[in-house]
């Protein structure tokens, strides 16, 4: 089973700020990797896929980098609705969720 | 536009029963893989099951195997979870969510809004 590790668990950023997270696997999930945005009460949203692409709608300053092991998901200058809950996930194999990463605001 | 709804969560006592739905809609639903994620009050989100274009293949977190039923009905546009010998630790919001189109390549990107499963005596 690969183990997926998000940090940190929480960051605390100013709206206009860059915010960087991270995401690591346990072992080399490829480019199979997802990034997920989730506000209270709602579902995830899809950010990211194939470690650095945009989903459909998702602004550009949403960017995602990496593959093997080591990824990174970046907000170039958070806007009030940024702050949520972001999930990496890997879909080389299954199960997939890493804990998550709650963005809030400083 | 595509939706995913889901139903049948509620409040169940341990050891019960529960089977939920999700009504797709907007898409050619035989074609893509379906998912089950859930959700525990407060906390992050686990992969339950998942399930093939036409139902022929199917996995499970070790968490629910032998224990929970993946299936769908590709007539009806329908996705199930058949729930048996519930648990306090299966409460938590469920969703449906679509996967690969015919291949298990892309991670889930439409997700429904969730049914609340509550297991308590």
């Known amino acids: 089973e690969i183990v997926m590790t998000q940090s940190p668990a929480t960051l605390s950023v100013s709206p206009g700020e860059r915010a960087t997270l991270s995401c690591r696997a346990s072992?080399?999930?490829?480019?199979?990797l997802a990034w997920y945005q989730q506000k209270p009460g709602q579902a995830p949203r899809l950010l990211i896929y194939?470690?650095?692409t945009r989903a459909t709608g998702i602004p550009a300053r949403f960017s995602g980098s990496g593959s093997g092991t080591e990824f990174t998901l970046t907000i170039s200058s958070l806007q009030s609705e940024d702050f949520a809950v972001y999930y990496c996930?890997?879909?080389?194999?299954?199960?997939?969720f890493g804990q998550g990463t709650k963005v809030e605001i400083k | 536009e595509v939706q995913l709804v889901e139903s049948g969560g509620g409040l169940v006592q341990p050891g019960g029963s529960l089977r939920l739905s999700c009504a797709a809609s907007?898409?050619?639903?035989?074609?893509?893989?379906m998912h089950w994620v859930r959700q525990a009050p407060g906390k992050g989100l686990v992969w339950v099951s998942r399930?093939?274009?036409?139902?022929?293949?199917?996995s499970y977190a070790d968490s629910v195997k032998g224990r929970f039923t993946i299936s769908r009905d590709n007539a009806k546009n329908t996705l199930y979870l058949q729930m048996n010998s519930l648990r306090a630790e299966d409460t938590a919001v469920y969703y449906c969510?679509?996967?690969?189109?015919?291949?298990?390549?892309?991670?889930?990107?439409?997700w429904g809004q969730g049914t609340l499963v509550t297991v308590s005596s």
């Open positions: 969510a679509r996967g690969g189109y015919y291949y298990d390549s892309s991670p889930p990107d439409y």
């Open positions: 907007g898409f050619t639903f035989s074609s893509y893989w």
């Open positions: 399930i093939n274009s036409d139902g022929s293949s199917t």
């Open positions: 072992q080399s999930v490829s480019s199979n």
């Open positions: 194939g470690a650095s």
């Open positions: 996930q890997q879909y080389n194999n299954w199960p997939p």
